[in-house]
C-alpha cells in the first residue's frame, strides 16, 4: 500500500473538514532527553516501564546529592501509584507546541523521572545528562485509536489546532521519519517561561 501521509502544517488553511481515512500515517513529534539516539532509533520509542525507570533513576537521578538507596526507596513509592493508562507514548501534532509550551520534555525529561527528581529536590541535574530531540514520527493510522482518529478530526473542525496531541502503545523504529535538537531557547513551564538554552 502506497503511504499517504498526513502533515498538520500542510492543512491548516483547509477549507473543509479533514478526513484522516484517506490517509495511512499522520506525522507527530515526540519531545525527549535521550541517553543514546541510536537506542531510539534501533528499538523504537517505548513507554515506560519498571526495568527502564530503574536504569534512568541510577542514571540520572543518582549522584553526591541523592544516594542509590534513597532514589530506588522514592522510585518505587511512587511507581505504585504509576497507572498503566500513563504508560504510553505521548506525541504532539503540532511541533511548535513542543518548543514554546511544553518544553519540560526537552529540558527534563520523562514526566516520571521529572517528577521523582522533584521528589527528591534534584530536577535541575536532570538538565546536566541527556540531549534535547525531537523525533519526528509517521504514525500509521491502524495504530491510533478510532476514538482518537475522531478527536482529530473535531480539533481540526473546531479551529484548535495547536495543541493536538495524542498516545500510542508504541511508536516502532520503521516509524521514525527523523530526528532533531533544538538549538534556540526553550521556555521552561517551571521558570516563567525564562528560556532554556541547549548546549552541544
Known amino acids: 500500500m502506497k503511504k499517504n501521509l498526513f502533515i498538520l502544517e500542510e492543512h491548516l488553511d483547509d477549507k473543509y473538514p479533514v478526513d484522516l481515512r484517506h490517509y495511512t500515517h499522520i506525522r507527530a513529534y515526540h519531545a525527549c532527553r535521550p541517553l543514546n539516539i541510536s537506542d531510539y532509533l534501533q528499538e523504537g520509542i517505548k513507554p515506560i ?11 540520572r537521578i543518582v549522584s553526591e546529592y541523592v544516594s ?3 532514589a530506588v526507596c522514592m522510585l518505587c513509592s511512587l511507581w505504585k501509584d504509576f497507572h498503566d493508562m500513563h504508560k504510553k ?3 504532539q501534532m503540532n511541533k511548535n507546541d513542543l518548543l514554546t509550551y511544553s518544553g519540560h520534555y526537552l529540558i527534563y525529561g520523562s514526566e516520571f523521572i521529572n517528577a521523582l527528581a522533584m521528589n527528591l529536590g ?3 541535574e536532570l538538565k546536566k545528562i541527556g ?3 525531537i523525533f519526528s514520527c509517521d504514525i500509521p ?4 485509536d478510532c476514538s482518537t482518529i475522531l478527536d482529530i478530526e473535531q ?12 498516545s500510542v502503545p508504541k511508536i ?15 521556555p521552561d513551564p517551571y521558570y516563567g517561561g525564562i528560556e532554556y538554552i541547549p548546549t552541544y
Do not use: Q, S, W
Not at 141 to 144: A, C, H, K, S, V
Not at 155 to 166: A, P, Q, R
Not at 172 to 186: F, L, W
Open 89 to 91: 507514548v505521548c506525541v
Open 141 to 144: 493510522t491502524e495504530n491510533i
Open 49 to 59: 516501564d519498571y526495568k527502564m525507570a530503574l536504569y534512568d533513576t541510577k542514571t
Open 68 to 70: 542509590e538507596a534513597d
Open 172 to 186: 516502532y523504529p520503521e516509524d521514525i521519519a527523523g530526528y532533531e535538537h533544538p538549538v534556540k531557547g526553550i
Open 122 to 124: 534534584c530536577r535541575d
Open 155 to 166: 480539533c481540526f473542525y473546531n479551529g484548535h489546532t495547536d495543541d493536538i496531541g495524542f
Open 131 to 133: 540531549i534535547p530531540t
